[in-house]
């Protein structure tokens, strides 16, 4: 059974960072391209940032330049690092298998995770 663990969120004060963990069982990730979106209370879930087989990284504009995305095959994990974090940010945090040319569009995602609470407040 495919199935992803997220990890690593928390409460941070604005301009602090954290670094998210996807963590993939049940197949192997080298060949799969690995999204983290987003959903915060009343909205829709977003895609925030995508990662490739070949490593090519797609982030949606208002985190370019404040996240980065990232994958280990050895471990079978992709990881989110997030700086210069905003109350905006504040969101449970998912991960899924899809296609990044379809980030902004999760319906083409699967295997969803629990998620990962991120709260950022002062």
């Known amino acids: 059974q495919v199935q992803f663990v997220e990890s690593g969120g928390g409460l941070v004060q604005p301009g602090g960072s954290l670094s998210l963990s996807c963590a993939a069982s049940g197949f192997t990730l080298h060949r799969a391209a690995i999204g983290w979106f987003r959903q915060a209370p009343g909205k829709e879930r977003e895609g925030v940032s995508c990662?490739?087989?070949?490593?090519?990284?797609t982030h949606k504009d208002s985190v370019k330049g404040r996240f980065a995305i990232s994958r280990d095959n050895a471990k079978n994990t992709v990881y989110l690092q997030m700086n210069d974090l905003k109350p905006e940010d504040t969101a449970v945090y998912f991960c899924?298998?899809?296609?990044?040319?379809?980030?902004?569009?999760?319906?083409?995602?699967?295997?969803w995770g629990q998620g990962t609470q991120v709260t950022v407040s002062s």
């Open positions: 990662i490739s087989s070949n490593f090519t990284a």
């Open positions: 899924a298998a899809g296609p990044c040319t379809h980030l902004s569009s999760p319906r083409y995602f699967g295997a």
